[in-house]
């Protein structure tokens, strides 16, 4: 079933993506995951690694890397449990017009977070000051299955108390739509590679289409 794709007033709750979305992150996030490699000893991601590590979770990235090496398996996912992201979140690049946008959609309605990160979902919040206008941050650890598992988007629908066909989830990638499809909840893309039927250059396009006009707070 196709969801329905609500607009203006219609809008109760925009769901985001984080990486890709809000931040141009693979830098950052190709840096991190290089950083847990070197530790264990093993090649940097090749170019296959650099792309999923922007899509998938830290979980599901050992499990395509180590799918047939259990002993290196199990010790990425100690490395990278207790590795430190601080030094990597100046490699992120906020999206342009990041702010402001976020403090416009934040006056029409609740916005959540629904991203693959793990424990890094409130270090991203907190270093970029996302708490001011995302009052839902979710993220791998707070639900049994990441994306393209809905459980997510589900999620921060039941938190904010929304029903599905009154929201928005923005991502950037198949597995976003995946999720999207799952939960149906309707689906904007960023870019050309997030599978949307609507898409959009940067999230600063989103308030012209959504219909939302800033309201005062």
């Known amino acids: 079933m196709k969801a329905v794709f609500p607009t203006g007033d219609a809008v109760r709750l925009i769901i985001l993506d984080c990486d890709g979305v809000l931040f141009d992150s693979r830098d950052a996030n190709v840096a991190f995951y290089d950083s847990v490699l070197d530790e264990l000893g093993v090649e940097p991601l090749d170019a296959i690694g650099r792309d999923l590590c922007h899509r998938l979770s830290g979980p599901q990235l050992w499990d395509h890397l180590f799918a047939t090496n259990a002993e290196l398996h199990a010790r990425a996912r100690k490395v990278a449990s207790r590795a430190d992201y601080e030094p990597f979140y100046p490699l992120m690049r906020p999206v ?30 907190r270093h970029f ?9 979710l993220g791998i650890l707070d639900v049994e299955r990441p994306k393209p598992a809905p459980d997510l988007l589900l999620a921060c629908l039941a938190r904010a108390r929304i029903p599905a066909e009154a929201a928005v989830f923005v991502g950037d990638t198949l597995v976003d739509r995946d999720a999207a499809l799952a939960a149906q909840v309707a689906y904007v893309g960023v870019g050309p590679e997030s599978g949307a039927e609507r898409t959009i250059e940067g999230l600063r396009a989103l308030p012209d289409l959504l219909e939302l006009s800033r309201k005062t707070l």
């Not at 000051?129 to 941050?137: A, G």
């Open 129 to 137: 000051r996302l708490d001011r206008f995302v009052t839902i941050r």
């Open 96 to 125: 342009l017009d990041l702010e402001s946008t976020l403090a416009h959609l934040s006056s029409h309605c609740p916005l959540a977070l629904a991203t693959n990160r793990g424990r890094t979902v409130e270090g991203v919040a």
